[in-house]
């Protein structure tokens, strides 16, 4: 599968999943359908050209592993942010968490601190920069958590440790599977998985 296929995928995931112009607090989340489509794209685009880069390792094994990593990237933004605008962009004083946490994909950051090399604002500046950094805390995660259990390594991802926040990753895991179940992917034999 190509990026631009996979993302236009993801694209119809979120447009059916959150069509964009409902949020409508903070003020700075606000924006037009039309506008919040094409900031969708541009989300789906970064995305999906992190999960298919031969130079990123996937999180899944097995057919569709890219794939179904993009899934999850896409789900753990959707639990993370909602694909919000404010968030995205880093605007108003509700885009950031607790003030640690950056980007759609909220990449924890302590003060003065960096995520997989870069500041929190570089991760707002850069959404493709924002996605990586994400991946590579999930790629690290997995081995880091392997002893804790098969699902450990998106513990750690939600909740910093590997033996917290079993139910956040259930959901983001979750979010992943039922969209791959609901919204096929696309191409011969593509079938249906999960995380």
Do not use: N
Not at 4 to 22: C, I, N, Q
Not at 146 to 153: I, M, T, V
Not at 167 to 183: F, H, I, M
């Amino acid at each position: 599968m190509t990026a631009e296929t996979l993302a236009a995928w993801l694209l119809s995931v979120m447009l059916a999943s959150a069509p964009p112009g409902r949020s409508r607090f903070p003020s700075a989340a606000k924006e037009t359908a039309e506008a919040g489509q094409d900031r969708y794209g541009a989300i789906a685009k970064d995305i999906a050209e992190v999960a298919m880069d031969p130079g990123e390792a996937p999180v899944f094994d097995g057919p569709h592993a890219r794939e179904r990593t993009a899934a999850l990237l896409l789900a753990i933004a959707w639990h993370e942010s909602g694909w919000r605008r404010d968030v995205d962009l880093g605007l108003g004083p509700f885009a950031r968490g607790t003030g640690r946490y950056h980007c759609i994909m909220q990449v924890a950051v302590d003060r003065g601190k960096h995520a997989s090399g870069w500041s929190g604002k570089q991760l707002v500046e850069d959404r493709e920069r924002c996605v990586r950094a994400a991946l590579d805390i999930l790629q690290r995660a997995r081995g880091a958590c392997r002893p804790q259990g098969p699902d450990a390594w998106m513990r750690l991802y939600v909740s910093g440790q590997c033996t917290r926040g079993r139910k956040a990753a259930d959901e983001r895991l979750g979010t992943a599977r039922r969209w791959l179940s609901l919204y096929p992917l696309p191409g011969p034999a593509a079938g249906k998985g999960g995380g």
